[in-house]
């Protein structure tokens, strides 16, 4: 895989920056805001995200008056600018004129203007509008001391990254013969002779739409990756715009690294930004929400090469769009920010400034509460802005890692399709729960895409990869030929980039690594568990799974297979063919990484991170706890010499040796 070149942040330090969007409140309120800023040591904030409205109040004026204000007294006030381009929501004016960019849903239904994102990815006419916008922006600001960084759009996809409107059918196609260059191509990729759905030319391909039956899967899937990478198109193309006109600036869009938004390969993504950038926010509906963030973290590190990359949005404490939107508890504010650092963070920010008076985030959490300055929240912010000036010379260190966790967006776009044995599969389920039983072991892992450079890990974890190229065996087989431990498990391995099964037995592309053959997949059904002969418990999966050159680790005891494997190894290549409960995957994780030399610091509850020459650790406990470093710890200056003690609730970063 190709990535972006290594670059350092545009800000000093690990800066703490915030989305700033004064153009919700009267002029009277600025200069607070850039007072209060300056308390909470503010090093820069995203200016202009949805300022289309007022920008360009109608469809022939500007209105850059209020907005050269605002950008002059945050120069004056010494905070820089994540300028962006302004274009993430068009005002009423736009789509009143022009409804065609309005995004259509699967089943034909427009969505209507009203909210934000109104606008189709493939739509000629939006984008004609935003460039224009977009240079505009550029000719004003590109050269202004202020602005460090261009922030392309918002978040591209967040609510319109799929569109199924004709503009985009006709882009689809386009995208298709590209991809394809001859229609019988196409067939044999779509496996067309199934159903009667063979095409006799592009013209006749739609997007899938809401069928009566089971879609084409390989339609759905070519369907994924063309929206994921029309949206990169038009990331590039307010790109190319800011570089003719403001080319000594550098670009990014904040991603969507998440386990509830898979519309984007960001691997795909990457190698076009300057800065990687990502929006992280705890999900309550997860059983594990800061193993999730952990997860997130190292993806969004993968996603960056190994390279520092920005926090661009989190949240201080509630967000709004959750079932029940839970606060953070005091000192959460501060571990949660810390633990974005410890896993590559070189900047941490807050959406948004100020919460808002109206709208429909006005009970979303922010650095100025609707309670003012004079909060708990506020004084939190203010300490965690002391504490990122404290470990300013962390920016730029890197993470090491002796674990590396396969993942990859098309096989999560594959795996989670219909008609397949078990619609309680799902993919980011079980990536989870191999990243989080490594992480609780006290190892770091990078999560890393499939053809990436392995050589340097002691241990790869491959969960639940279904979908896999010709290179990933191979790159696997060398991987354990120099005695490196890998781990697959469960429906890996099966069908290739175009979703055909690997024919054979399962798992298809893994047989000879693993020295296994199964020949049917037996699921299991909603809350029925299986035991192993080592008393260990399982559900969801099973197989009917033979040994070919690997030995028996522990077999089923009951269940639909009993005396099957359900656990393998040939040498240092593992298979575990069920979905072991969270005590087994721990266990299991243990033995294997203890075998392979696995670095571990902490205990649970307690994360430990090497970031560089910086030991972090977390303490999420209710007691104090005594971890090995020796040097500075950098947040309360003080020296440590062989241990240092946190509290419970609170953190440290040591810079060993000094
Ligand atoms: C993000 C978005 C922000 C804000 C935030 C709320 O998706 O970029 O503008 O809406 O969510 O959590």
Request: charged share 20%.
């Amino acid at each position: 895989m190709s990535h972006r070149p290594s670059m350092t942040l545009p800000f000093d330090g690990i800066a703490l920056g915030c989305d700033y969007n004064p153009e919700q409140w009267p002029r009277s309120v600025w200069p607070e805001d850039i007072a209060l800023m300056q308390e909470a040591g503010v090093g820069f904030v995203t200016l202009g995200v949805f300022s289309w409205a007022k920008l360009a109040p109608t469809p022939d004026t500007w209105d850059f008056g209020w907005f050269d204000e605002i950008v002059g007294l945050l120069h004056e006030g010494g905070i820089a600018i994540d300028m962006a381009t302004a274009t993430a929501a068009p005002p009423p004016w736009l789509t009143a004129a022009h409804p065609e960019i309005l995004t259509v849903d699967a089943a034909g239904h427009t969505l209507w203007p009203g909210s934000r994102q109104s606008w189709c990815p493939s739509s000629p006419v939006f984008r004609t509008y935003a460039l224009e916008l977009v240079r505009t922006m550029a000719q004003r600001y590109g050269d202004h001391p202020a602005v460090r960084l261009w922030h392309v759009s918002n978040e591209l996809g967040c609510h319109n990254g799929r569109c199924w409107c004709d503009v985009s059918a006709a882009a689809f196609r386009v995208w298709l013969s590209d991809r394809y260059g001859d229609i019988e191509k196409l067939n044999d990729a779509w496996g067309t002779a199934f159903w009667s759905q063979h095409y006799t030319s592009f013209e006749e391909v739609l997007p899938p739409r809401i069928t009566p039956a089971v879609p084409n899967p390989t339609h759905e899937l070519d369907f994924a990756r063309f929206s994921s990478d029309e949206l990169l198109d038009y990331h590039r193309a307010e790109r190319d715009v800011l570089r003719d006109v403001s080319p000594d600036v550098p670009i990014t869009t904040n991603f969507m690294v998440s386990s509830h938004q898979s519309e984007q390969d960001y691997f795909a993504w990457a190698p076009d930004m300057d800065v990687v950038s990502q929006d992280h926010y705890l999900d309550h509906r997860l059983p594990h929400i800061h193993a999730e963030q952990a997860f997130t973290d190292d993806l969004t590190r993968g996603v960056a090469g190994g390279e520092p990359w920005l926090l661009m949005e989190s949240a201080t404490s509630a967000v709004n769009w959750q079932p029940v939107n839970l606060a953070k508890r005091p000192g959460e504010l501060l571990l949660d920010s810390l633990q974005h650092v410890a896993r590559g963070a070189d900047g941490v920010a807050f959406f948004q400034w100020r919460a808002s008076r109206a709208g429909g985030e006005k009970f979303h959490s922010a650095l100025v509460p609707h309670a003012g300055r004079d909060s708990v929240k506020f004084r939190e912010v203010v300490e965690l802005g002391a504490a990122l000036k404290k470990i300013g010379d962390v920016a730029g260190s890197r993470v090491r890692a002796d674990v590396a966790v396969l993942w990859d967006w098309n096989a999560w776009w594959a795996c989670d399709l219909g008609s397949h044995p078990s619609g309680e599969l799902h993919y980011i389920d079980a990536v989870h729960r191999w990243h989080s039983a490594v992480t609780d072991l006290g190892a770091t892992a990078d999560v890393v895409h499939p053809e990436s450079d392995l050589s340097g890990y002691k241990l790869v974890v491959v969960p639940t990869l279904y979908l896999v190229s010709d290179a990933v065996a191979p790159a696997l087989q060398a991987v354990a030929d120099r005695g490196g431990h890998v781990l697959v498990t469960y429906f890996s391995g099966i069908v290739d980039e175009a979703d055909h099964i690997r024919l054979g037995g399962y798992p298809g592309a893994f047989r000879e690594l693993l020295g296994v053959r199964s020949e049917e997949f037996a699921p299991l059904a909603p809350g029925a568990g299986v035991t192993l002969d080592d008393g260990s418990h399982a559900d969801l999966w099973t197989e009917l799974l033979t040994t070919t050159d690997a030995s028996v680790v522990a077999s089923y005891a009951d269940g639909p297979l009993p005396g099957t494997p359900a656990i393998t190894r040939n040498g240092t290549a593992w298979y575990v063919a069920t979905r072991l409960d969270e005590q087994a995957t721990a266990a299991l994780a243990e033995r294997i990484a203890t075998e392979a030399g696995v670095t571990r610091a902490g205990s649970p509850g307690v994360e430990v991170v090497r970031r560089g020459e910086y030991l972090f650790v977390l303490n999420r406990t209710n007691a104090d706890v005594a971890v090995p470093a020796t040097g500075t710890e950098l947040l309360s200056g003080t020296s440590c010499n062989g241990t240092v003690t946190v509290v419970a609730g609170a953190a440290a970063v040591v810079q060993e040796g000094t």
